[in-house]
């Protein structure tokens, strides 16, 4: 209850500044999914990974770190899984 909690409120938090800030938010994202790979919930997880991705992707360049941390992130989850052909 509380981790849902936290997600609304980061969208809601985030949405009342300005709109929506694409790096920030996806760094929220991906602390999300770091939470929930933590709690063992790698669906939502994975779902939270790749939120963050698709917005770093847009608004960093290719060699950025943030954007090699996401996918490390997903490949790890994943690869605990033996589901690495996802990537």
């Not at 608004?59 to 996918?71: D, E, L």
Request: aromatic share 8%; glycine share 4%; proline share 3%.
């Amino acid at each position: 209850l509380a981790l849902m909690n936290m997600e609304i409120a980061i969208a809601v938090g985030l949405l009342r500044q300005h709109g929506p800030n694409k790096k920030q938010l996806a760094q929220y994202y991906h602390i999300v999914g770091e939470i929930h790979a933590g709690l063992k919930d790698k669906n939502q997880a994975l779902t939270y990974y790749d939120l963050s991705f698709e917005l770093v992707k847009d608004v960093y360049p290719r060699n950025h770190p943030f954007i090699a941390k996401c996918k490390l992130s997903k490949s790890r989850l994943l690869c605990q899984e033996n589901r690495l052909d996802e990537t």
